[in-house]
């Protein structure tokens, strides 16, 4: 414990002495703005306190934006699933992989690592652990200061003036902030919501199965009959969670013949695609998501292992789902590959892009332009999935389904699952997050200077600040 207590003091030293050395933070330089009321606006508001949202707020303090506020519905330390709804023992991403450090040594998931296990557990290390990873990004948030409205859920958003004002929710009771601009770094389920097939969902009883983005206590699963839905990395997470709680059976029921074996997040990992993807027309955009949505994520060999392990595990591949009634009380579900009777069903069928799901856009939604208003697919292309996400501008701002309408738009910025067909996959994980946060924090930087550019010709006016000052010359 000395020992670890020691490491991560002279980790903490190296963290300040590296900032300063990058000139962190940089002088504020966005001229203050002040409502009605007299109260201070925020420059940017940032809604998610998780590895993007605090690797966004790191970004815009390293370009001296200095009134930003983040805020986040999880209490503190339970931001993002690391803790709540992910179930798997590590995270899938490399060791390698650089996070929020926006490219400071000191910052990096191994250099917290190190000081806190030492150079050897490091060596040894196959993959982060996700509890781990978790504590790192409460020290990261810690070392560069930021500072987190936590239990803060974001009702609605509205226009106001050359702004926004944002509807908020906490243990104070409802409230507005006032602000320039607004970030939703709102994860995996930001642009809609939880997938959840129909056929589940109208005939089975809602406290009888649940969703892997859910949190959920898997104790009550303990002598039941658990069927899981999907062969994706979360179906097996959820696989594994069920058995080691007890369950009497788990069958895994996939609708693919095959298990799916590639990570496409490996291919997409190379500063040409991630740095340039937004470059492309959108006939190539369009294109390149198609094929990359294809991919499914595999599970982890370790998890896939973990399953097979126990003896009351079965898979059957090439099951579609027929229909699912209720029989009794048994879930009776009908699938091309027979017939099967479970207690309870765990989803691990993804996620949905519908902004229409999303109450923080309710007032505004339908003048948002999707990629079905923008992109005519050729023949044999439409993919309605595709078509229904955003359709975004190069910094991730929402663009108005009318030319000229709702000018306020270009305030709010999607960098969460649904900007991936604009920008590419740099807002939906770790891998991305080197090229979307800096694009991202640059796009945000220029509007708030583009806006203000009267203001800062008035102060260059006006500048009279004396450098040279030589001594009165002798008679």
């Known amino acids: 414990m000395a020992e670890m207590r020691a490491g991560i003091a002279g980790l903490n030293a190296r963290v300040e002495r590296e900032l300063g050395t990058l000139e962190v933070p940089l002088r504020a330089w966005v001229p203050p703005r002040t409502d009605a009321s007299g109260a201070p606006i925020a420059d940017v508001v940032i809604v998610g306190a998780g590895l993007s949202g605090l690797s966004i707020a790191f970004g815009l303090k390293r370009q001296g934006v200095a009134r930003v506020e983040v805020i986040d519905a999880a209490p503190a330390g339970r931001e993002g699933p690391w803790v709540t709804s992910a179930r798997m023992r590590t995270l899938r991403s490399p060791k390698t992989l650089t996070g929020p450090d926006l490219g400071v040594p000191s910052l990096t998931y191994r250099a917290w690592h190190e000081a806190m296990f030492g150079d050897g557990s490091w060596e040894a290390l196959d993959k982060i652990d996700r509890t781990h990873w978790m504590d790192y990004l409460t020290w990261f948030r810690e070392r560069v200061g930021i500072s987190v409205r936590n239990e803060t859920r974001l009702i609605e958003i509205l226009p106001k003036g050359e702004g926004l004002e944002l509807m908020v929710a906490s243990p104070r009771g409802e409230e507005r902030i006032a602000c320039r601009k607004v970030v939703l770094a709102t994860g995996i389920e930001g642009a809609g919501g939880l997938h959840v097939p129909k056929i589940v969902s ?138 099967f009777r479970f207690d309870h069903l765990l989803l691990g069928t993804g996620y949905a892009v519908d902004l229409q799901r999303r109450r923080e856009l309710a007032g505004f939604v339908d003048q948002i332009a999707v990629w079905g208003d923008r992109y005519r697919p050729e023949d044999g292309e439409a993919d309605a999935d595709l078509l229904a996400y955003p359709y975004l501008g190069p910094a991730f701002e929402c663009t108005p389904k009318l030319p000229g309408d709702a000018p306020f738009l270009k305030h709010i910025h999607i960098f969460n699952n649904g900007a991936v067909p604009s920008l590419g996959p740099v807002c939906n994980g770790i891998t991305g997050l080197k090229s979307g946060v800096p694009r991202l924090v640059a796009g945000l930087s220029r509007g708030l200077f583009l806006e203000d550019a009267e203001l800062h010709f008035a102060a260059l006016d006006a500048y009279d600040k004396v450098h040279f000052a030589p001594p009165a010359q002798p008679l």
Do not use: Q
Request: proline fraction near 6%; charge should be negative.
């Open 202 to 339: 109208a005939n089975v009883p809602r406290d009888r199965w649940t969703h892997s983005g859910e949190v959920f206590d898997v104790a009550g699963l303990a002598g039941k009959a658990v069927g899981v839905i999907g062969a994706a990395a979360s179906s097996f997470d959820w696989a594994v969670a069920a058995l080691e709680a007890g369950a009497g059976s788990v069958t895994l029921l996939a609708r693919s013949a095959e298990m799916p074996k590639t990570e496409i997040l490996d291919w997409s990992n190379f500063p040409g695609f991630l740095n340039h993807f937004a470059d492309l027309d959108d006939a190539r955009r369009y294109r390149f998501a198609r094929r990359m949505f294809s991919f499914k994520t595999p599970p982890t060999m370790e998890m896939y292992a973990r399953a097979h392990a126990f003896p009351n595990f079965r898979m059957v591949m090439g099951a579609c789902l027929d229909s699912v009634p209720m029989e009794g009380e048994a879930i009776a579900v009908a699938t091309s590959a027979g017939p």
